[in-house]
């Protein structure tokens, strides 16, 4: 069988070509059947290209605002070759921005920020970024209270097995959205997610999403609680749990520290103000008595809270997560199986899926010379302020000053906050190089772009590290001429720099594909030989027999927390940690509190940006099912009826979304699922800013990125801050613009 491997998981491939769902996949997703339609996208880049300004020295002042010329391989290659040589010898590599964030693709080879870092490296190291987008900030709260064993987005949940057979109560803060668990980074052979759900329901178990938008709570109750108050409500629960005497103490004796901090802050005992459920719902919108119903929930039912990763994207997103710990400290629940708390149940499919860990090789990328490094949302910071501090989980970090960013395999004009910000800093260094397989945003803001070829026209190994499936991903199809892998083209970069051998290794593409595979294998002796596994497409690991087990996190230390402490400085649950408090972080204090983390001004609306249903982020925006949800090619905008009455847009009106950071357009559609005073834009329009009749610059792409602010999430973890920004609704100012979308439809 012929399968292609993606984040949407596996596809069988038939002749035409077309993809068609994989026969042992419960539940493809329909998105991933569109990814050919990349192929021949106009969009697509065809050849080595550089910026005439940059050609002509112009140092990056027209980047963004340029025309392309196009440049032969060879030329463009030795251009690249000659700018690293030139940056390091009179810079040095940590002059040289190599993080290129993004999610690339699913194969373990052509991973494309896999393959620049062992370029890079070779040619004397760059400076590189920490955490993701995803999970940054509970990537650096988690290791203070749980320990770094349990701070990987993913790792922190029962398996769902445990969840249908012994609890009855989900506590979904954020819900837990099917089309978010669509995707995979290593891809997936089977999405099973849905049939668990259904399986949870049939047990007769029962879901409570929390969230400001009722789409999340497709079953089950749904109560609107106002965007970034998840804490207060925590909170409140914790104030009902400790009022009423329901407190687990023993549970709280044995597992954890700090308890007491958090009870004389929840009492008044520390700030005058008790954390009751009358002040938490005046705070999240939600009802008291709904509140307190929900604490004794918790304790009287076999119960599990879980968080989508968005509540942690946001300023201060260490509190919902800690306070989260503490809440389902008090239940008591933490270590029974299918029980306690849960992080990110449906995120991505391979949440709390019961799999044996596939940790395989992967390329390898060779050491960096350089140290410097930057929490990766901390981009623009970096570019606007070289030589500043920066203070980060108890560090003070010195901001680099860079010279040349080298991307691949990442779109930071679609994941980055505050894009105009963004763009005025991009300016910064003197050369920007990306290799891309279509004119994103990015690759529109670059100096020299090189073609890659997309995942489809290039064969890999499939494999994502919780789950159970290795695909082979065939070459479904060659990719256009002229365009080259990312491999095969820094191969060329490094042949001018005289790395060639050492960057290729001694294999070609294939031999690297088998070296790979075969180290899968080693690991796993029941996966068969080379030629049989690339014959079949695929294999699975844990069929039948070769289940894994069920798992619940922290069950072995609750059974027993000497013989199995955490890696937290006491070894305990740390509800106050001593060390997070001496950090002396006004915005991270040493136990979970309410801060709140709304913006001054006064618009009337906050903005959520979810993963969008129809693409991985900016990826398969041009594929056919990212074009049908748009409406008039904009993307849509979904507010309450109300607000677009008050804002005096109708429905399907193209209107603008603003704030002090920007403009977008979008198209105006009314949901009464979205609570009163939200708006919802997904992720992923491509960043397209025009200057309109109004001398405004007006982004056309509707992303959301062009109003969020950029400010890290604390002085603690400086994660990515997109979550719940101040915005306004109004009518189109500029009619013109309606002209310029059309030439672009
Ligand atoms: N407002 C807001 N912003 C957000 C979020 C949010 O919730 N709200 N979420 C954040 C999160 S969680 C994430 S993970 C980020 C995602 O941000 P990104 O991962 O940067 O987004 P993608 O669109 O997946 O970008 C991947 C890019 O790599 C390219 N690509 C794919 N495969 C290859 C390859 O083999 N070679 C090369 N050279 N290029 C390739 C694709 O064409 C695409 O342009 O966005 C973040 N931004
Ligand atoms: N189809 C598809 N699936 C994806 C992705 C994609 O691009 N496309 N991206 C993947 C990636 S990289 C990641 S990291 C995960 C992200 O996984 P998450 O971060 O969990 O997903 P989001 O869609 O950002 O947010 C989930 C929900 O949180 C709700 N929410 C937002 N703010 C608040 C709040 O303040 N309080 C409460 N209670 N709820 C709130 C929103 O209504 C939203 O529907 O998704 C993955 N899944
Ligand atoms: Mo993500």
Redesign the pocket.
């Known amino acids: 069988m012929q399968i292609f491997a993606s984040h949407f998981g596996f596809y069988e491939v038939s002749p035409g070509p077309v993809l068609r769902p994989f026969r042992h996949d419960p539940a493809p997703s329909a998105t991933g059947l569109a990814h050919l339609d990349l192929a021949r996208d106009p969009s697509r880049v065809m050849q080595p290209m550089a910026r005439r300004g940059w050609l002509e020295g112009d140092k990056g002042a027209a980047r963004g605002e340029d025309v392309f010329v196009p440049l032969t391989m060879e030329a463009a290659t030795r251009l690249a070759a000659d700018e690293i040589a030139r940056v390091r010898g009179t810079h040095g590599n940590g002059a040289i921005f190599g993080g290129s964030y993004g999610?690339a693709s699913a194969g373990r080879f052509h991973h494309a920020q896999s393959q620049l870092k062992r370029f890079l490296n070779l040619a004397g190291g760059f400076v590189s970024t920490v955490n993701t987008y995803?999970y940054g900030t509970a990537k650096v709260i988690l290791p203070h209270v749980l320990g770094a064993e349990h701070a990987e987005s993913g790792v922190f949940a029962p398996s769902w097995d445990q969840i249908v057979a012994q609890c009855r109560v989900i506590l979904a803060?954020?819900?837990m959205?099917l089309?978010?668990a669509?995707?995979e980074a290593g891809s997936t052979g089977a999405h099973r997610t849905a049939d668990w759900l259904a399986a949870y329901s049939a047990a007769g178990g029962r879901i409570i999403t929390?969230?400001?938008?009722a789409s999340?709570a497709p079953q089950g109750e749904h109560l609107a609680?106002r965007?970034?108050t998840?804490t207060a409500a925590m909170l409140g629960m914790a104030h009902v749990l400790w009022s009423e005497g329901r407190l687990e103490r023993g549970f709280l004796d044995r597992c954890t520290v700090g308890a007491e901090q958090v009870i004389a802050y929840l009492s008044g005992t520390e700030d005058g103000v008790p954390k009751t459920a009358d002040w938490a719902a005046a705070i999240t919108g939600l009802g008291a008595d709904d509140l307190r119903r929900l604490a004794r929930l918790l304790t009287d039912e076999p119960s599990l809270i879980n968080l989508?990763?968005?509540?942690q994207?946001?300023r201060y997103g260490e509190q919902p997560y800690w306070a989260a710990v503490a809440l389902a400290a008090m239940v008591g629940r933490i270590g029974q199986p299918g029980q306690g708390l849960a992080l990110?149940l449906s995120?991505?499919a391979s949440v709390g899926q019961p799999v044996r860990k596939l940790r395989g090789p992967a390329l390898p990328v060779g050491r960096n010379p350089v140290s410097a490094f930057i929490p990766v949302a901390r981009l623009t910071d970096m570019l606007e302020r070289p030589g500043e501090v920066l203070d980060y989980d108890g560090q003070c970090l010195t901001l680099p000053n860079i010279r040349l960013i080298w991307w691949a395999g990442g779109n930071p004009y679609h994941h980055h906050q505050d894009l105009n910000r963004l763009r005025a800093a991009w300016k910064r260094p003197e050369t920007v190089i990306v290799q891309e397989s279509v004119w994103t945003a990015t690759a529109r803001h670059a100096d020299l772009v090189f073609p890659s070829a997309l995942p489809f026209e290039r064969a890999d190994v499939a494999a994502a590290s919780r789950d159970s499936w290795i695909g082979y991903s065939a070459r479904v199809m060659d990719p256009p001429q002229g365009v080259l892998t990312d491999h095969e083209t820094l191969a060329r970069v490094a042949a001018h720099l005289g790395l060639e051998d050492a960057f290729r290794g001694g294999r070609t593409e294939h031999q690297w594909l088998q070296h790979i595979y075969e180290g899968y294998a080693a690991e796993f002796p029941e996966l068969p030989d080379w030629d049989s596994f690339r014959l079949q497409g695929f294999a699975q690991l844990d069929a039948g027999e070769a289940a894994p087990a069920p798992y619940t996190p922290l069950a072995a230390f609750v059974a027993d927390p000497g013989a199995a402490p955490l890696s937290t400085p006491s070894g305990k649950i740390e509800l106050a940690s001593a060390v997070v408090a001496g950090f002396g972080y006004a915005d991270c204090p040493g136990h979970p509190v309410w801060l709140d983390p709304d913006e001054p001004g006064d618009l009337p609306f906050r903005m959520?940006s979810?993963?969008?249903?129809t693409?991985?982020?900016s990826q398969l925006d041009r594929a056919g099912p990212a074009r049908q949800a748009r409406w008039k090619g904009l993307e849509r905008l979904r507010a309450n009826p109300a607000d677009l009455l008050a804002a005096g847009v109708a429905v399907g009106d193209v209107a603008e979304l603003y704030n002090d950071r920007g403009i977008v357009l979008v198209a105006a559609t009314a949901d009464p699922k979205v609570g009163q005073g939200t708006l919802v834009l997904p992720t992923?329009g491509w960043f397209n800013p025009v200057r309109d009749a109004l001398d405004r610059v007006v982004d056309l792409g509707g992303n959301p990125n062009t109003l969020t602010a950029d400010l890290g999430s604390s002085r603690l973890s400086q994660g990515a801050s997109a979550?719940?920004p101040r915005v306004g609704l109004r009518a189109l100012r500029d009619p013109g613009l309606l002209k310029k979308l059309e030439d672009l439809a």
């Open positions: 999610w995803s803060f954020g819900g959205r089309s978010n669509q995707v929390l969230s400001p938008d999340d609680i965007p970034g998840d989508s990763w968005s509540l994207r946001a990110g995120a991505i959520l979810p993963q969008p249903e693409r991985l982020h992923g979550n719940h």
